[in-house]
């Protein structure tokens, strides 16, 4: 087992990284919106719960109170990086369920809800099936730069509105929605205020014992915690009605064995990061002001795409004229660096981002449009390499297009 004090001995981000979790050595990860690695300290506490954790948390003997005792210290553990309490905190399987509980558990057929036309599709098709059920949606549209204007919030409203929903850092753009306006026309309305805060924690701080919010959705995999961790925070006087059916955990919110090893390896994650978090996003933002200033000066004709809103320190997003951005995905990959588009495959057609044709850019700008995102396992000199990487593989591709002069 390599320890962490390994990683600070030796001073090699890298080295720790690439041989705890068998990193290819010469692949270098920019999708950390995507997911994130395991990190070594939560693989260091993963291997001895799955090994020894491993009663249920509902049990009476001790194997079952050992489970409960750990549970509750790890749902502590994230409760103390968001500042909320124990009971407000419904551990789930991800920030899918997270959204799903929140919407299906809070609105009635024949209400209204107000959610934006840049949401996840964890929101997005939960507000689709919500409409088929007799649920009105408005799909509030952002300005250019991605922003959701509160003002627009507020037009939305009906008499009926049961639910905002609207995210707090995008996903594909890593722009940070005003939040803390939007929860104050929620309360100053009456109306319940739901956020999907999936790629905002671990990258900004996250306070909801003074963010004016009612639900919270969270998914650990998204800070460095395994797949299949989550939570939903639900403001304490808020009522959720359970949308699986089954026992009585969760109080009642979740019905389910609690996946006690995943809930450790989420509370670890989360305590690394209220311990580092001011550090290690402030590292990350000069790695990816690093990585835009590079691209801008080694690539004509880019755009980056909401770069004059507040965004998360991670994300980039950047329209490069005349190349495809599947093609620069590839291109990328096979050069060794693993980075994303925003487009989605349906039915068999690459549909061109929603979240970038909202904000107002045409099918082929979107569908030119990379989205890098850093993290912990990132470098300068990885940055230096992606940059001369891009610049190559941009020179290579706009020669081949058909539509770049
Ligand atoms: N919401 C946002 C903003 C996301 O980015 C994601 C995942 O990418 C999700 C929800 C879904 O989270 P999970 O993968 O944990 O189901």
Same mark, same amino acid.
């Given at each position: 087992? +390599? ?114 036309? +840049? ?59 005003? +939040? ?226």
């Amino acid at each position: 087992m +390599i320890g962490i004090l390994d990683w600070k001995k030796k001073g090699a981000r890298n080295c720790l990284w690439q041989r705890a979790f068998g990193a290819t050595l010469n692949r270098y990860y920019f999708d950390h919106n995507a997911t994130t690695p395991v990190s070594p300290e939560v693989l260091e506490a993963l291997v001895p719960a799955l090994k020894s954790t491993f009663g249920n948390a509902s049990s009476v003997h001790q194997d079952g109170q050992q489970a409960r005792q750990e549970l509750e210290a790890a749902r502590l553990q994230v409760c103390r990086l968001l500042n909320c309490s124990a009971k407000e905190l419904v551990l789930l399987s991800g920030g899918t369920e997270a959204d799903n509980l929140a919407l299906f558990g809070s609105v009635r057929p024949g209400s209204h809800v107000v959610t934006t036309a +840049i949401e996840h599709p964890a929101v997005l098709n939960a507000c689709a099936e919500l409409e088929s059920r007799g649920v009105a949606v408005t799909y509030v549209r952002p300005s250019s730069e991605g922003l959701i204007e509160p003002s627009a919030v507020s037009e939305a409203l009906l008499p009926t509105t049961a639910l905002i929903s609207v995210m707090h850092a995008n996903n594909e753009t890593g722009v940070l929605q005003p +939040i803390e306006e939007i929860g104050q026309i929620a309360l100053d309305s009456g109306v319940l205020f739901h956020s999907d805060g999936v790629q905002a924690v671990g990258k900004v701080p996250v306070n909801l014992a003074t963010l004016p919010v009612d639900l919270y959705s969270v998914s650990a995999h998204k800070f460095y915690a395994p797949k299949g961790t989550g939570a939903l925070y639900v403001r304490s006087g808020v009522q959720v009605t359970a949308v699986q059916y089954g026992g009585r955990h969760e109080r009642s919110r979740r019905a389910g064995t609690e996946n006690v090893p995943g809930a450790i390896a989420m509370g670890v994650a989360a305590g690394w990061m209220a311990e580092h978090l001011s550090s290690e996003s402030f590292r990350i933002a000069t790695l990816r002001d690093r990585l835009e200033a590079g691209i801008r000066s080694a690539v004509p004709n880019v755009v980056v795409n909401g770069g004059h809103a507040p965004r998360v320190p991670n994300t980039t997003n950047i329209s490069f004229e005349g190349i495809d951005g599947e093609a620069m995905v590839i291109a990328l990959d096979l050069r060794g660096f693993a980075v994303s588009t925003g487009a989605a495959c349906s039915s068999g057609a690459v549909e061109p981002s929603h979240v970038l044709t909202a904000m107002g850019l045409s099918r082929s700008q979107a569908r030119s449009s990379i989205r890098f995102s850093l993290g912990r396992i990132n470098t300068a000199g990885q940055v230096d390499a992606l940059i001369g990487a891009v610049a190559e593989a941009a020179a290579h591709l706009r020669k081949l297009s058909p539509t770049y002069a």
